[in-house]
């Protein structure tokens, strides 16, 4: 069955009921009074199984993969498709065609969902705007947070993410962004694309889902941004890097450890601008959002409220203060070598005793060793005192750092070590994949006063 095949068969049978479309949930446990129950299959469970809850907790209809069995599911409104999946993201298409309000798409290696946390940032100052939660960036993330859109929303920034070839352009096919752009292309995922080449030609796709009077933003820094011009062809080009070659960039950048300060270039325009998350990478992330918010036409000086206003996300370099008067840098929301070079960057601008705890980066493919021998390497370049890691692959960044390191069988026996050895002058930072859940060695080391 078609998209459009569903979408037609979901409009036909609520409209042939006289019933307007309720608010959608895909866990039952969570299903309020009156809600729709769409029954999605995963790896682990499938949402059918759960069909006779969802009821008890109050649904009034359901879209399933099966036609209704019980007299309890005959009760109820209940839509049968193909794929409940393929459903999911028409329903939500159903809803962006509603709103067709102006809509950033973004996707990238590194940096997605600090971007879009500033460009949301930027566009509560003119509008109401609707953004993706959290990491909800896949085809049923995405979809769901369309589901949300209503006549309140000015503007709208959805962050796609993608494991595969041809997954941007799904996802651009539900949300159709009016502005696009890719923050960068490192190595992540490697396991699902196979190169970076490959990355580069998959997140390039969000570029050929514009409409004609589409925006494309491209950063200037990146090798790939020739490609992609490519695929742009006629559309509007906005660019941003560090260098005055792009139309958005920074001048008179100063880093500090917890914080950076630049001048912001727009055109023919400059501000003086301060952002409470350091590292070079945020300035690149703040360009890039710069960039989206000049093609929504937002002015300047809002911009700069919006950019300054932005706190960050948690477990992205968060810093909190740790036990026995430690600083612990949070940065465990995930990790591939790009943002863990990034990171490293940060805590070599400190002062103080500094350690790199570091847990396994995910999705790596064949060449998994090496990116995490290249990390080790990278630390002790960069001056790091000492590096302490977890995992199955971190053994080869520890045996790349050299004297200094220490590997660990558990994070139990890491943090019950760091504890004894840490001071005022220790600056901890914490990183690794989702996987890894170095979240847990963070709330060990903290009381969690979140830094000002």
């Not at 939500?92 to 290696?109: D, E, K, Q």
């Not at 948690?314 to 940065?331: E, M």
């Not at 990790?335 to 990171?343: E, I, K, L, R, T």
């Not at 080869?396 to 943090?415: C, D, H, M, R, S």
């Amino acid at each position: 069955m078609k998209l459009s095949d569903i979408a037609q068969e979901i409009q036909a049978k609520l409209h042939g009921q006289d019933m307007i479309l309720p608010e959608i949930s895909i866990d039952s446990r969570k299903i309020l009074p009156g809600e729709l129950f769409l029954a999605l299959k995963g790896e682990n469970h499938d949402g059918h199984d759960y069909i006779a809850a969802s009821i008890l907790n109050g649904a009034s209809a359901i879209i399933g993969a099966r036609a209704p069995i019980t007299e309890q599911e005959k009760s109820v409104t209940f839509l049968q498709v193909k794929d409940t999946l393929i459903a999911l993201g028409e329903i939500a298409s159903m809803f962006r065609r509603l709103y067709p309000i102006p809509m950033v798409g973004l996707t990238g290696s590194c940096g997605k969902t600090s971007v879009k946390g500033m460009i949301e940032s930027i566009c509560q100052q003119q509008g109401k705007t609707l953004a993706t939660k959290g990491n909800l960036n896949n085809h049923i993330g995405l979809p769901l947070t369309l589901l949300r859109l209503d006549e309140t929303f000015h503007f709208a920034v959805i962050e796609m993410g993608a494991s595969h070839q041809g997954e941007i352009q799904y996802l651009g096919g539900i949300a159709r962004p009016t502005i696009t752009l890719v923050t960068n292309v490192r190595p992540a995922h490697l396991l699902g694309f196979g190169s970076l080449a490959n990355i580069a030609s998959a997140k390039g796709e969000i570029y050929e889902i514009l409409p004609e009077s589409g925006v494309a933003i491209i950063n200037n820094e990146e090798p790939y941004k020739t490609a992609w011009l490519e695929r742009i062809k006629g559309r509007r080009v906005i660019t941003f890097g560090l260098s005055k070659e792009s139309m958005i960039f920074a001048s008179d950048i100063i880093y500090q450890p917890s914080k950076v300060q630049f001048i912001l270039h727009i055109e023919d325009k400059q501000q003086p601008i301060t952002m409470n998350i350091p590292g070079q990478h945020t300035v690149m992330n703040a360009l890039a959002a710069t960039s989206a918010a000049f093609a929504l036409e937002i002015p300047l000086e809002r911009i700069v409220a919006g950019l300054q206003s932005f706190q960050g996300v948690p477990g992205r370099l968060r810093g909190f203060k740790g036990i026995h008067g430690a600083w612990v840098i949070d940065d465990s929301y995930n990790a591939n070598p790009g943002s863990v070079h990034a990171a490293l960057e940060v805590l070599a601008n400190y002062h103080g005793n500094r350690i790199f705890v570091m847990g396994d980066m995910a999705e790596l493919g064949e060449n998994a060793d090496d990116y995490h021998m290249q990390i080790g390497q990278i630390a002790r370049q960069k001056g790091i005192d000492r590096l302490l890691a977890v995992g199955k692959l971190t053994e080869n960044t520890v045996k790349a750092f050299g004297e200094g390191a220490t590997f660990y069988p558990t994070k139990e026996a890491l943090v019950a070590d760091l504890k004894n050895n840490l001071t005022s002058q220790s600056v901890i930072l914490i990183k690794g994949s989702r996987s890894a859940k170095m979240e847990a060695v963070t709330s060990a080391l903290t009381s969690h006063e979140e830094a000002v």
